[in-house]
């Protein structure tokens, strides 16, 4: 007498027959299946960094993928591997998403080394997103500093296309040096068109600045902050949201007004990996994007 | 040849043997199924295991075994000129490996219990970064030669070969072996590179830490655990010795 | 749940029916500890005689059979600039004989992050749904205490279930599968005497419990003592081997690994089981170490396992078994770690 165990094919699952739509988290999905997105053009900004337009070839795909600002996708090149990298484009633009990487390990190494028209594999988007729709009828401040304006472009892009939703809308970006500032080239567009107050500072200068001079926090004195009407989203080094979410609590900004996108080596961006797990907490599912409180909370997170 | 649409270079190569067993080029030289696609992507052009005819024009030198002659001294500095990169290979080039026993007694008494009055051109065992400028080391005793295609495959593609950090237990635990400390055997594996797929362990052999320290080991705690599971200073000593892997401990 | 007894030989069938079809996993030896001591691990069988029921516990626990050490998620056809990716699940049925209490609980848990929370994992699930579990009851060791951690019964996530009551079982059913499965070897209904003595195995068991670890106050202990000296303490100890995560039934962390063959027209995404006490699990781009001391990242494994799930799920991630202690050559174990905490509190 023999035995045969009835086999399941997950393949079968009416779910299981469709490429993956990431918004829709509970649903059993073919989880590590990337979109296969064209590189369609690669914009050199200093010699770190490059902005990538990426625009994934399948239309069906392409017009399913929605996303929110602050939100992320794991960028991958097959055999090579796969990062997390936050969007920065519009999240009405349907035709390519905007991805700024900065050379840092294998995966953007080699990243920066491909040509217009590789093709590339996108999973996502993933993540928790600055929530722009609580921030109707408020002040928004935008802090970046360094490689922080990159999750800001999408924000930025948003108020934009939302303009009358909002109050003052105030960036302020503070960069090492001024070869480092990054989409400085936009700013006169942001400026006139999105109508935001942009205020620049670099704490080295060079020979060809005019500029401010100092730390991101200098940059205070310039701008006029109502406590109790304003939203802030700060992105940056670590150390900054110190500084920078210090001062705006001691003028009376609640920590739960103040956003910070939070930066760790996710290998799945789905919660299931731990690498960028504290606890309870996963910067991939509930992060990238925090609330102050949250942050100051977790411990190990600054 | 391409890559995700990037030009990918053959690079010549060149493999060198110095004081070892030489089991570490038979490695490279081994594993019919996988040589047809190693040549074709490198282009050999000096190698004395599998071809006589040599030539000078390598960028990538394969260094093999410790330097123990001024002859050979001489000779790995021209190959250090001459390649671009040089990656040594192996427990002998890497940390001196079994030859290192000799430096443990005076060279006198060794020459005169070994060649008795022949004359013989031997000086102390040196790894090979002792002599030249080494940009990788790929350790093992011998060599395995999945981790020598892997790290070809870095070379062509021009990335940084990031080796595994951790201990060789990670991988001696994946394949599910019982550990040999319960079986009464003494083991490096906590404090050894994994990359070896615990070979030795698998074969109830405690491990002999021929791929030298993994990142940050914690070397205190593995000696107070030998002395407490009551193995002798000379033993702990012998163990640690035997690849002078690591060196400076005891 | 529905209960039978089938007879010891009637099970020998059972099993030896099943290994005709399907693949069989059950614990096995192969080594004796110094004291001479079988070492059991679970391993694929090739005869019944090969099942050892009568085994203590396993060194390292079935969970591999849901989530190997090594998987690969998904495999890419490369050309020039293009490619083509393929992802295959398992779909290959397998049978575990003789998985314990805390182990089936283990995968309970498991289940809650790997298919009932965010994003289901299409791998776990294959294979957690193409696996028949035949769990098997014993009497706890010297160091068990899954009592604590309420994982010392199982309930559910089995097919079958067996507890040894002389010359047959008595079988817990839970499943279709399991319950087609024992009727066509003469499976009995259960005898008032056959009750009986299930009760007293069941009552011995519960008497057997030697070791207790008091988690009640844990979580908030997490906490309270997050700068306490017993990390540092435990964790100059610590080998940083990640033995401890191999072989625990829960620890599910991992990392993911590309490569490409050596002619570059291949490509692998591996999923490899990672341990938090691994030098650079937390280090991210451009190099930074969050974690770059030996008990810091000791205490996060506790952190996760004592309070990170407690959090997110109502329990501990740790299931009592003291795999990780047995297999820790430096003595660390969930028992003294979690006794020093609540010393240290006390004073």
Not at chain 1, 74 to 100: D, R, W, Y
Not at chain 2, 149 to 160: A, S
């Amino acid at each position: 007498m023999s035995l045969q165990i009835p086999h399941h094919d997950i393949n079968l699952e009416p779910s299981m027959s469709k490429p993956p739509d990431f918004n829709r988290q509970s649903v059993l999905m073919h989880t590590e299946r990337g979109f296969k997105s064209e590189v369609i053009s690669i914009v050199p900004l200093t010699t770190q960094e490059k902005l990538f337009h990426i625009r994934i070839c399948d239309p069906c795909e392409r017009e399913n993928f929605t996303f929110l600002p602050g939100q992320f996708v794991m960028l991958e090149l097959p055999g090579c591997g796969e990062v997390p990298i936050s969007i920065s484009s519009s999240t009405s633009n349907k035709e390519f998403i905007a991805l700024c990487v900065r050379k840092v390990g294998k995966v953007t190494g080699m990243l920066h080394r491909l040509k217009q028209g590789a093709i590339v594999g996108i999973r996502g988007p993933f993540g928790t997103h600055f929530p722009m729709e609580k921030m109707v009828g408020y002040n928004i401040l935008l802090i970046a500093g360094g490689l922080g304006i990159v999750p800001l472009r999408s924000p930025i892009y948003w108020t934009k296309e939302h303009r009358s939703d909002y109050k003052d809308i105030t960036v302020m970006y503070g960069a090492k040096e001024p070869g480092q500032i990054l989409f400085d080239y936009q700013f006169e567009e942001w400026r006139k068109i999105y109508g935001l107050k942009m205020l620049t500072i670099v704490q080295e200068a060079g020979e060809n600045w005019n500029g401010r001079v100092g730390l991101i926090t200098e940059l205070f004195k310039e701008v006029t902050i109502d406590p109790d009407n304003t939203f802030a989203i700060v992105c940056g080094p670590p150390v900054m949201f110190k500084f920078v979410c210090g001062h705006l609590s001691n003028l009376g900004l609640p920590r739960q007004r103040m956003f910070v996108s939070l930066e760790r080596r996710m290998h799945c961006g789905m919660g299931k990996c731990c690498r960028c797990n504290v606890g309870s907490t996963f910067t991939c599912l509930d992060g990238p994007v925090f609330d102050y409180w949250t942050v100051m909370n977790l411990k190990e997170a600054i | 040849m391409k890559y995700l649409g990037i030009t990918l270079e053959r690079p010549k190569i060149g493999v060198f043997s110095f004081t070892g067993c030489e089991g570490c080029q038979l490695q490279i030289a081994n594993k019919e199924e996988t040589l047809k696609d190693l040549f074709g992507v490198v282009e050999v052009v000096n190698f004395r295991e599998i071809s006589s005819e040599g030539r000078d024009d390598y960028e990538i030198a394969f260094v093999e075994g410790s330097i123990t002659t001024e002859s050979e001294s001489a000779r790995v500095k021209k190959i250090r000129k001459q390649a671009g990169t040089l990656v040594a290979i192996g427990a002998c080039a890497c940390l001196g490996g079994v030859n290192n026993l000799k430096s443990r007694f005076s060279l006198p008494d060794v020459v005169k219990e070994v060649y008795g009055t022949h004359p013989i051109d031997t000086g102390p065992v040196r790894k090979v970064k002792d002599v030249v400028r080494v940009d990788i080391e790929l350790p093992g005793c011998p060599i395995s030669k999945p981790e020598f295609e892997w790290l070809v495959r870095h070379l062509i593609l021009g990335i940084e070969p990031q080796f595994l950090q951790y201990s060789v237990c990670v991988e001696c635990k994946q394949r599910l072996n019982s550990c040999v400390f319960d079986m009464g055997m003494m083991c490096l594996g906590p404090i050894t590179r994994a990359g070896c797929n615990a070979v030795c362990p698998r074969n109830r052999l405690g491990c002999w830490g021929c791929r030298g320290p993994a990142e940050e080991a914690n070397f205190e705690s593995l000696m107070e655990i030998l002395r407490e599971r009551g193995f002798s200073e000379e033993h702990i000593a012998e163990r640690m010795n035997f690849f002078n892997a690591f060196g400076g401990i005891l | 749940m529905l209960f039978r007894t089938i007879t010891k030989e009637n099970f020998r069938k059972m099993v030896e029916a099943l290994m005709e079809n399907n693949e069989v996993i059950g614990p096995k030896w192969r080594d004796r500890d110094t004291e001479g001591n079988k070492i059991y691990r679970f391993l694929k069988l090739n005869t019944f005689d090969e099942l050892q029921m009568d085994y203590t516990r396993s060194y390292s626990s079935p969970k591999n059979y849901f989530l190997p050490f090594k998987e690969d998620l998904s495999t890419y056809r490369l050309e020039d600039k293009d490619w083509e990716q393929e992802i295959h699940y398992t779909i290959h049925p397998r049978v575990i004989i003789g998985m314990r209490a805390c182990d089936i609980n283990a995968l309970l848990k498991l289940d809650q992050v790997l298919v009932k929370s965010a994003y289901p994992n299409p791998h776990y699930v294959a294979r957690r749904r193409n696996t028949l579990i035949i769990g098997l009851d014993h009497e706890p060791l010297e160091d068990c205490f899954c009592r604590s951690m309420n994982s010392d019964t199982a309930f559910h996530g089995f097919d079958l279930f067996l507890t040894d009551i002389g010359e047959k079982y008595f079988v817990a059913i839970n499943s279709d599968t399991g319950y087609m499965i024992v009727n066509r070897f003469d499976a009995r209904e259960v005898a008032e005497d056959d009750q009986r003595r299930y009760k007293e195995v069941k009552g011995r068991i519960e008497t057997k419990f030697k070791t207790q670890v008091d988690v009640t106050i844990v979580p908030e202990l997490m906490d309270l003592e997050f700068e306490s000296d017993v990390w540092k303490k435990w964790g100059d100890k610590c080998l940083s081997c990640g033995s401890c995560a191999m072989v625990c039934p829960t620890c599910y962390c991992y990392g993911i690994e590309e490569h490409t063959n050596l002619t570059f027209t291949k490509a692998t995404k591996r999923r490899v089981l990672y341990s938090c006490n691994l030098l650079d699990f937390a280090t991210v781009a451009g190099g930074h170490n969050f974690r770059p001391e030996a008990h810091i990242r000791l205490k996060y494994r506790y952190y996760h396992q004592f309070r990170g799930f407690v959090e997110a799920f109502n329990q501990s991630l740790c299931v009592g078994c003291n795999r990780c202690g047995k297999a820790c050559l430096a003595g660390i174990s969930p028992k003294v770690v979690i006794d020093d905490l609540i010393e240290t509190e006390k004073r």
